[in-house]
T-cell receptor, first 115, second 116 residues
Framework: AQSVTQPDIHITVSEGASLELRCNYSYGATPYLFWYVQSPGQGLQLLLKYFSGDTLVQGIKGFEAEFKRSQSSFNLRKPSVHWSDAAEYFCAVGAPLFGNEKLTFGTGTRLTIIP | GAVVSQHPSWVICKSGTSVKIECRSLDFQATTMFWYRQFPKQSLMLMATSNEGSKATYEQGVEKDKFLINHASLTLSTLTVTSAHPEDSSFYIC????????????FGPGTRLLVL
């Protein structure tokens, strides 16, 4: 079965600074990878996804993520954060080989932005 | 595109009553919908997978007689919490997977249930 690890529970970043949120996965082949963002009391919004092809994927709100097979990672980046980026971020993995529709979510990283 | 709605967004009920939560895909058809539960400051826990026209598949440890799921059409799935108790209080989120759109799940805004 697949698994996802988000090593950082909470990250604090100054507004305007760059951001990288880490995500590592475990799966026997190339998985489907997703990053979602959740504001307090809200559902999840899809930021970006990777299925195949170019390993650097662009998402909404200026986010990007890079799939690195050798490191089993799919880290999320943003060059300059805005106060509105404060939220909970979830990495998720799907398992295409087994036709598994389920997503496995990481435990999330809470992002705090300071002025 | 790919908008999912949930109703109600908030519900407060007395212990022992049943509560129904609706999940709708507004601008696409979804053969598969998923129901998650989220505890405060925690990740999402998949409760069940709902396929249109067939019985839902429940995750281990989820009581299917307590959490009734119906997926009667390609745009609507319902979760009914039967005989709710305070420990059922939680944030319930649904997601829908497009028929033609591959593996992406689109999430609803969630329903917060408080059982008194």
């Amino acid at each position: 079965a697949q698994s996802v690890t988000q090593p950082d529970i909470h990250i604090t970043v100054s507004e305007g600074a760059s951001l990288e949120l880490r995500c590592n996965y475990s799966y026997g082949a190339t998985p489907y990878l997703f990053w979602y963002v959740q504001s307090p009391g809200q559902g999840l919004q899809l930021l970006l996804k990777y299925f195949s092809g170019d390993t650097l994927v662009q998402g909404i709100k200026g986010f990007e993520a890079e799939f690195k097979r050798s490191q089993s990672s799919f880290n999320l980046r943003k060059p300059s954060v805005h106060w509105s980026d404060a939220a909970e971020y979830f990495c998720a993995v799907g398992a295409p080989l087994f036709g598994n529709e389920k997503l496995t979510f990481g435990t999330g990283t809470r992002l705090t932005i300071i002025p | 595109g790919a908008v999912v709605s949930q109703h109600p967004s908030w519900v407060i009920c007395k212990s022992g009553t049943s509560v129904k939560i609706e999940c709708r895909s507004l601008d696409f058809q979804a053969t598969t919908m998923f129901w998650y539960r989220q505890f405060p400051k925690q990740s999402l826990m998949l409760m069940a997978t709902s396929n249109e026209g067939s019985k839902a598949t429940y995750e281990q440890g989820v009581e299917k007689d307590k959490f009734l799921i119906n997926h009667a059409s390609l745009t609507l799935s319902t979760l009914t919490v039967t005989s709710a108790h305070p420990e059922d209080s939680s944030f319930y989120i649904c997601s829908a997977r497009e028929v033609a759109g591959g593996e992406t799940q689109y999430f609803g805004p969630g329903t917060r249930l408080l059982v008194l």
